[in-house]
């Protein structure tokens, strides 16, 4: 029974192109559903951003190849948080896919809800073309897991080191991007996300970490929760900390917790936290534009055209009445059609 039900599950398919730009697969790509054999480092960091398959395969051409790793998600979110989680400072940015950076002959993108790593045995001026073509071949999520989380967008741009967000979704990927303070003041279980982006500053390196919660209420509690940790561990290092300085300055902007730390004086803090201005995205489903019902003008040449019409009606009628007496009378003159008369009292 056991062997029969293991048969009867739904067993990962290829995504992955047989061939693109002149490379072909080399044998039956491998695939897994389990996140340790994508990475056993960080596998509870991916189930957080929602892994759901991994295919690795190995293309080629003549005197060339290129091992490919390819990692599926729930939806494009996950992708980009993965995507965000292995990035490093160091990497160069690159127009692949919908975001994507390299470091020597590893290229690094995602596309939709698939997060590639491409690894070259010797990289051309060809290799970004090519990679661009297999982005282009990758299935693509559906639209209502396509959309990207709007908080990394809150990060000032200025000061700001390049591929340095991290974007994250729980505890694992949180305790893994060195953060300032633990996870458990964050309390991820209240549907928490978060971003975290380095800062140069005229001191040094600072951090500003933003978590948006779904409620007001519920961001000013933790804030509060993250001042009070913040005021009793003092940035120690054994709290976990890795700033040269412990300086820390806060901010509620409606469901988003902003938070600086590190080497950065109080000015340049308070600035980075001016930036952070919550904007709340309202839906509105009726009409914003003047229709034709809603037009004063139309509704008075509707109501003249309606009298001309019942005036045409009336006269039709008239004429019709007055035709068909004078009709009987010329063809039945011994009969009586007069109109019957009421001669009540005034």
Known sequence: MAVGAWAAAPQPQPFLPNQFAGWRIEGAPRMSDDAAVADPAYAAVLKEYGFSELESATYTRPDRKLSLKAARFNDTTGAYGAFTFYKTEGMEAEKIGDLAASAGAKVLFYRGNILVEAAFDRVTAMS??????LAGALPQPAADKGKLPTLPTYLPRPGYVKHSAKYVAGPAGFSNIHPPFPADVVEFQRSAELVLGRYSTSNGAATMVLIAYPTPQIAGDRLRAIESWMKANSCSAAA???DSAC?????RSGPIVAVVTGSVS???AQSLLAAISYDADVTWNEATSLRKKDNIGNLIIAAFMLIGILLLILLAVGFAFGGLRMLVQRFFPNRNVEIIRLNLPR
């Open 128 to 133: 970004a073309a090519e990679l661009r073509e």
């Open 240 to 242: 976990g900390a890795t």
């Open 247 to 251: 300086d820390f300055f806060g901010k």
């Open 266 to 268: 109080e000015s340049e």
